[in-house]
Every structure is written in C-alpha cells, then in structure tokens.
C-alpha cells in the first residue's frame, strides 16, 4: 500500500526538485502539491451546428457525454484531489504514469504516447515581478481534449470566444485542430512575457547612460534570470512540437500538421528573441563594469597627479629643511640669510606645481575626457 507521507530524507529532495514521488514511492503515485486547489471542471462538447457547456458536471456525465459529439473538450483547473484525478484517468483511460507527471510538477515539456491517447506537457509564463511559469498537461484521444492547469488564467479566453461562433475553422476540425488552438494560445502568452523583458532592458540601459548604479547591477541580474528560466522552458517545448509534428500521425492530420509548423516557427522566435535579451543583459554587465573601472581610473588618476605634484614639493621643503650653518661657509644655504628667501621658497613650490599641471594638461592626462580622446587620434 502506497502512503502519501514523504518519507524521511525527501524534503531537501523535494525542495530541490519541486513537487516530485519520494524515493522509493511506487511509479504512478498521485503525490497532490502543496497549496493545490479543488479541481474545477469546464466541459465543452461542439460539432459544426452545435455546442454546448457544462459547468463543474459530475465524473458519470462526462462518461455519458462522451461519444454525444465530435469533440469534447475538458478543461480542468487545480490539482488538489487525488482521487477525482484518478477517476478522470479511469474514464478516459489515462495511463497512471501521465496522472503523475500532471501532479508532479514542474516537468519538461514533452510528448508520449499512451495506448489511445497522446499526453503533451507544456508551460505557460506567468508575467509579474519575477516571471513564473505554470505547468500545463493536455491528453489527446480521437474525441476528446483534456487540459489541466494548475491555476486559474486567460490564456485559452480567446479560444473559447472562437468557438462560440459557428462556422469557425475551429468549430469545423476535429481533436486535432483543438490540440493545436490550446498549444498556439500557450506559446502567445510567451510574447508578453518577451514584452516586458524587453521594456525592463530598455528601461536599464537609459538608467545606465544617468550613472551605474550597483541597484542597476541587481535588477540586470534579475532580468537574466527570467530570460534563462523562459529560454530553459522554451527549448523542449519546441522539441515536443516537433515531436507531434513527424511521430503522431494517427491523431495529426496534414492540414493540422501545417498549423503545428507555424507553432514551431513562433517558438524559435523567441528562442531567438530570448538570445537577443540574454546578450544584451551582458552587454549591459559588461558596460557596468567599464563605468566601474573607468571611475576608479579617474580616481586614482586624480589622487596620482596630487600624489606627483607634492613629489617635487615636498624635496624642496626637505631641502630647505636641513640643519647647515650658513656662518661655516658661504655656500650653507646662503638663501636662510635672504629676506625674501621664505617667499622665495613657497613660489618656487607654486612654480613648480603649476609647470606640472600646464605639462599634464599639454599631454592630455588633465582634462575632459573627450578632449583627451580627441588629442590621442590627431
């Protein structure tokens, strides 16, 4: 008898890898993940003509509605009963194995092939201040489509709005064209993802161009986060793509089959894109560390040219400082017998400070930088 305890040692285990079986659990166990809500039921039935919607309907009338009409569309939302989830899958004849990959979450995005019915997993982005990503399960049998998200979202609003009207394309096709419509509405919410990552960078390098701040260093970082996270999520979704593409032409058909390609297309653009987004984040490290640098250059460039100026000053003050006696012989500091021999010496020290920093000027190592620049290419 399986148990639903974790055993001991799983926690560091679960809290590495999320929502996973305990070592050693029997394969197929429904492991529910932690704060998981009651499943919510929506059922859609249409053909051409017709179409109809069942609100939360009980397991025995979706065993009765099956067969009614072309296409049947389950979408549940929440993963927090075990036991409605198994006899879901003994309904529509799930394998026990696909029922645990829909709890154990999160999983990579994949395709299998069970018996009848095919099990796509998927992840759909979740903007907010640090981008999530939520799993989505969908199994494809010849009548029917079931999707299980973990949460409630609008990411399949429009597809619902295209099939209250009739003589959609949409209304017209079968399971496989659905499958399609519910992947293509999962890959589009990438792109505002991608809009906000692209705002927030825009956003960073006009901060950038005011002063490099090390705030800006944090929020960088947290931008390439999310970029690797969508890019890590986005690679084997491309994959599974294909996979539907040339492995499952039993539930594929070839004009479905062409719809799926433009799928594919829409993923490696923002592969492409999250690329774009992870070198610009470096670009803009890279020019946070050249400003860092190049402050600190003008700093220590600053405390050297102080540094060389009182070189020269400071060994005529310890020249002037030695202890001879002018009365011994005429050539003692003759300058300690001088009236003027005090003035004397600070406008030497003046004259000399000021004959450097007309030379550092002459040079270019004194100066606005642009200037300086401007004197090293002529």
């Known amino acids: 008898m399986s148990s639903s305890k974790p055993i001991a040692g799983a926690s560091m285990f679960m809290k590495q890898y999320g929502n996973r079986t305990a070592p050693g659990a029997r394969p ?10 009651p499943p919510q039921i929506h059922v859609t039935c249409y053909s ?39 006899q879901i899958g003994r309904e529509l004849g799930l394998h026990r194995l696909a029922l645990e990959d829909v709890v154990n979450i999160p999983q990579r995005s994949k395709v299998e092939h069970y018996n009848d019915n095919v099990f796509v997993v998927s992840q759909l982005p979740r903007p907010s201040r640090a981008q999530e990503v939520e799993q989505i399960s969908f199994f494809a049998g010849k009548d029917f489509v079931l999707s299980w998200r973990e949460r409630p979202s609008s990411c399949f609003e429009a597809v619902r709005e295209r099939l209250q009207v009739a003589g959609r394309p949409l209304r017209q096709s079968s399971v496989d064209y659905l499958l399609y419509a519910l992947l293509d509405a999962v890959i589009d919410a990438f792109f505002p993802a991608l809009a906000t990552i692209g705002e ?15 705030a800006i260093v944090s929020k960088i970082h947290g931008v390439r986060h999310d970029v690797r996270l969508l890019r890590r999520v986005v690679w084997p979704l491309r994959e599974a793509v294909d996979t539907l593409i040339t492995d499952h032409e039993w539930l594929i058909g070839q004009e479905t089959s062409i719809y799926l390609r433009d799928c594919h297309d829409h993923t490696v653009q923002i592969i492409d894109t999250l690329e774009n987004y992870r070198e610009a984040c470096s670009d803009l490290r890279d020019y946070y560390a050249t400003e860092v640098s190049n402050r600190m250059n003008e700093v220590m460039k600053v405390l050297t040219i102080i540094a060389t100026i009182f070189i020269p000053l400071s060994f005529i003050a310890g020249l002037y400082g030695m202890n001879f006696d002018p009365e011994v012989s005429a050539l003692n500091m003759p300058e300690l017998r001088w009236r003027g021999g005090y003035p ?20 270019g190592w004194l100066g606005p930088a642009s200037k300086r620049l401007g004197q090293r290419r002529k």
């Open 48 to 86: 051409a003509n017709e179409l109809t919607e069942y609100e939360n309907p009980s397991l025995s009338k979706i065993t009765e509605l099956r067969g009614q009409a072309p296409v049947m569309w389950i979408d549940v939302v929440g993963l927090g009963d075990a036991e409605m989830i198994e």
């Open 200 to 214: 927030t960078l825009d956003d960073l390098d006009e901060e950038m161009e005011q002063g490099a701040t090390t």
């Open 344 to 363: 004397f010496a600070l406008g030497l020290m003046a004259a000399v400070a000021v004959g450097q920093l007309l030379f550092f000027r002459w040079r």
């Open 28 to 37: 197929g166990s429904i492991n529910i993940p932690k704060g998981a809500t």
